[in-house]
């Protein structure tokens, strides 16, 4: 392939492609510079050269030398990006597993002050379903305070904290798109969201729903309702050993200390299944 160039009024060639590439290279010409081949009826610019057009020396020419010079900065900064892209598979099951380790803790205010409240025996009657039924405004309250007891503490946490101990455990942070942590309201309307249409108002039939839903929401659109309304980064990084085992004991914790509050469940009781003994 012959190239002849147009440059300052003179005619230059003929010119094989690669010394155009160097030429370009070098900032001897632009991308704008006038050529012709054999066939064509009339000077073009080499942009517009099919065997040109796509060429990575016409990008860089275009580009300039300033916008084209990566600093070191800027190296590790698109190295973390790339680190966070890589991050944002979604994670269903880790994600269901993390909530699962908050809920004890977020409800915890809740069951504190309703167990000085009303007193063990009503807390357990309504929890545990033993006993006399329940007044139905003990019942009204205990899950207005359970809707606030988690959703303002959940809150609170993600705004000063940044995470959640469920979320810290398995490694997920919750941000906005700049990577920025949420504000005070901003973490209010996400966790007013998860809990009414995540935890389906943490009543189990509607709870089994609303996870079932947003598996396959996170699935296949791979975010959340509540996520993509508030434009929110969901990232997740490899989970530790000493993560697992946190939230274990989390867990244990929060069954000891519903046992302490309410006392042993009848199945846990060995003179509940004992058979009487007669003479």
């Known amino acids: 392939m012959e190239i002849f160039l147009h440059i300052d009024g003179q005619k230059i060639g003929p010119l094989t492609i690669y010394d155009v590439r160097e030429k370009l290279r070098?900032?001897?010409?632009?991308?704008?510079?006038?050529?012709?081949?054999?066939?064509?009826?009339?000077?073009?610019?080499?942009?517009?050269?099919?065997?040109?057009?796509?060429?990575?020396?016409?990008?860089l020419a275009d580009a300039g030398g300033d916008e084209i010079t990566i600093s070191e900065a800027e190296r590790r900064m698109l190295s973390k990006q790339t680190s966070a892209q890589s991050t944002e598979k979604p994670r269903p099951w880790l994600r269901f597993?993390?909530?699962?380790?908050?809920s004890p803790i977020l409800l915890a205010p809740n069951a504190?002050?309703?167990y000085y409240a009303m007193g063990p025996e009503k807390l357990k009657a309504i929890l545990l379903n033993t006993g006399p039924s329940p007044d139905l405004i003990h019942v009204v309250f205990l899950f207005l305070g359970m809707?606030?007891?988690?959703?303002?503490?959940?809150?609170?946490?993600?705004?000063?904290?940044?995470?959640?101990?469920?979320k810290w455990c398995m490694n997920i942070r919750i941000?906005?798109?700049?990577?920025?942590?949420?504000?005070?309201t901003e973490a209010l309307h996400r966790s007013l969201l998860v809990f009414v249409l995540g935890m389906g108002l943490n009543v189990i039939y509607t709870?089994?729903?609303?996870?079932?839903?947003?598996?396959?929401?996170?699935?296949?659109?791979?975010?959340?309702?509540?996520?993509?309304?508030?434009?929110?980064?969901?990232?997740?990084?490899?989970?530790?050993?000493?993560?697992?085992?946190?939230?274990?004991?989390?867990?244990?914790a929060s069954w000891l200390a519903l046992i302490t509050l309410l006392g042993e469940?009848?199945?846990?009781?060995l003179e509940q299944n004992q058979p009487a003994l007669t003479p």
């Not at 009339?42 to 517009?48: G, I, T």
């Not at 975010?223 to 244990?252: A, C, E, R």
């Not at 469940?265 to 009781?269: A, E, F, G, K, V």
Request: charged content about 20%.
């Open 26 to 59: 070098r900032g001897d010409i632009t991308p704008d510079t006038k050529a012709w081949l054999k066939g064509m009826e009339q000077w073009h610019p080499l942009r517009e050269l099919g065997p040109l057009k796509e060429s990575i020396e016409v990008q």
């Open 97 to 102: 597993w993390a909530r699962s380790t908050d």
């Open 112 to 114: 504190l002050i309703m």
């Open 147 to 166: 809707a606030a007891s988690w959703v303002l503490t959940e809150s609170l946490l993600l705004t000063f904290v940044g995470t959640t101990p469920g």
């Open 175 to 184: 941000t906005k798109d700049n990577g920025e942590r949420l504000n005070f």
């Open 207 to 252: 709870q089994i729903i609303c996870n079932i839903h947003a598996y396959f929401t996170l699935t296949n659109h791979g975010k959340t309702y509540w996520d993509k309304k508030q434009n929110l980064k969901v990232t997740h990084h490899p989970v530790s050993p000493m993560g697992i085992i946190g939230s274990i004991l989390i867990l244990f």
């Open 265 to 269: 469940p009848q199945w846990l009781s």
